[in-house]
T-cell receptor, first 113, second 113 residues
Framework: AQKITQTQPGMFVQEKEAVTLDCTYD???????LFWYKQPSSGEMIFLIY??????QNATEGRYSLNFQKARKSANLVISASQLGDSAMYFC??????????FGQGTTLQVKP | SAVISQKPSRDICQRGTSLTIQCQVD?????MFWYRQQPGQSLTLIAT?????????ESGFVIDKFPISRPNLTFSTLTVSNLSPEDSSIYLC??????????FGPGTRLTVT
C-alpha cells in the first residue's frame, strides 16, 4: 500500500527566508511520481512541482525545489525567499501504478512579515 | 499543462436534494478523478472517472450516492445525491495524463442546510 506522511501540521517562516516542508512516502512500486500542491484559503489546488522516481536530478520550478532522496523515501519541498503570498496549506502527493494520487495530511505555512 | 473548470463554484442545497458538478478540461487527458475535502482535512479520492464506462469507486464511496459520468475525454460530472449536512465539503475534479502531472479544478464548495 502507498502512504504519504507530512509530520509538520504547521510551520512559521520569516519573510525572505527559506523554508523546508517535509514529506516521506512509502511504496513498493518501482515507478512513481511525487507532487507538491499549494492550497490557499480560496480552496483551489495549485500545482507547484513534480518529481518522477527515475528522474536523476531534483526538480526545480522558480523558488520551489524538491529535495528528492530516494533511499530515504523523502521528497521535501524547499521554498526560497518566502513571500507573504506563500502562506497557505501545502500538500505532498504521490501516484503509483494505479495512476491515482494519494495525499498527505498537509502542512500549514505562515509567512511572517 | 491542463486548464480545468468546474461549475458551480459554490452552492447551498437543502437536505435530501442532489447537486451535479461539472468538470471540463481544455485538452484530452487520460485520467480524471473526483475528490472530496472536508473542512480542515486533506483530500480524499472518491472515484476515478472512466470514459464511457462506470466509474471506479474507492472504499466508502458508492455509485448510488455519488454517480459519475464521463462521456468523453474532456468532460465529467459528479452528482452528490440525497444530501445531508455531512456532505458539506469542497469537491474537486482533477485531470492529467497517466503517470504524469495532474491538475485540479477550482473546486465546488457545497453547503447543505
Amino acid at each position: 500500500a502507498q502512504k504519504i506522511t507530512q509530520t509538520q501540521p504547521g510551520m512559521f517562516v520569516q519573510e525572505k527566508e527559506a523554508v523546508t516542508l517535509d514529506c516521506t512516502y512509502d511504496t513498493s512500486d518501482p515507478s512513481y511520481g511525487l507532487f507538491w500542491y499549494k492550497q490557499p484559503s480560496s480552496g483551489e489546488m495549485i500545482f507547484l512541482i513534480y518529481q518522477g522516481s527515475y528522474d536523476q536530478q531534483n526538480a526545480t520550478e522558480g523558488r520551489y525545489s524538491l529535495n528528492f532522496q530516494k533511499a530515504r523515501k523523502s521528497a521535501n519541498l524547499v521554498i526560497s525567499a518566502s513571500q507573504l503570498g506563500d502562506s497557505a496549506m501545502y500538500f505532498c502527493a504521490m501516484w503509483g501504478n494505479t495512476g491515482k494520487l494519494i495525499f498527505g495530511q498537509g502542512t500549514t505555512l505562515q509567512v511572517k512579515p | 499543462s491542463a486548464v480545468i473548470s468546474q461549475k458551480p463554484s459554490r452552492d447551498i442545497c437543502q437536505r435530501g436534494t442532489s447537486l451535479t458538478i461539472q468538470c471540463q478540461v481544455d485538452s484530452q487527458v487520460t485520467m480524471m478523478f473526483w475528490y472530496r475535502q472536508q473542512p480542515g482535512q486533506s483530500l480524499t479520492l472518491i472515484a476515478t472517472a472512466n470514459q464511457g464506462s462506470e466509474a471506479t469507486y474507492e472504499s466508502g464511496f458508492v455509485i448510488d450516492k455519488f454517480p459519475i459520468s464521463r462521456p468523453n475525454l474532456t468532460f465529467s460530472t459528479l452528482t452528490v445525491s440525497n444530501l445531508s449536512p455531512e456532505d458539506s465539503s469542497i469537491y474537486l475534479c482533477s485531470a492529467g495524463l497517466w503517470g504524469g502531472e495532474q491538475y485540479f479544478g477550482p473546486g465546488t464548495r457545497l453547503t447543505v442546510t
